[in-house]
């Protein structure tokens, strides 16, 4: 079973929102950075944002800025993101991951989620 797994993904119309969280299991990454990735049909694997243990640094690709909120629940070792005003562009599959701020602006991770679909209709 993987460390880390998604869900709140779905089918939304543009414009509209979707909130999708990460959740732990077997073990805390309350010491690791955590962030959210996606990846579109036929493209690579993209990062989307990024929030540092304890939430004093948050990062969002330029894509998402002003649309998407990354969040954290550091007792609970959940993840969140908010995603407002969606677009068809932001259809992906969206993957959770837990490494380092400086990993992931290199894209790349130590654990990754197994993905959560989201589609986004013109």
């Known amino acids: 079973q993987g460390l880390l797994k998604e869900s709140g993904g779905g089918l939304v119309q543009a414009g509209g929102s979707l909130r999708l969280s990460c959740s732990a299991n077997?073990?805390?990454?309350?010491?690791?950075?955590l962030g959210w990735f996606r990846q579109a049909p036929g493209k690579g694997r993209d990062f989307v944002a990024a929030i540092s243990p304890g939430a004093a640094t948050i990062r969002y690709a330029d894509s998402v800025k002003g649309r998407f909120t990354i969040s954290r629940d550091g007792p609970n070792d959940a993840l969140y993101l908010q995603m407002d005003d969606l677009k068809p562009e932001d259809t992906a599959v969206y993957y959770c991951a837990a490494g380092s701020l400086d990993g992931f602006a290199s894209g790349g991770s130590s654990f990754w989620g197994q993905g959560t679909q989201v589609t986004v209709s013109s």
């Open positions: 077997g073990r805390t990454f309350n010491t690791y950075a």
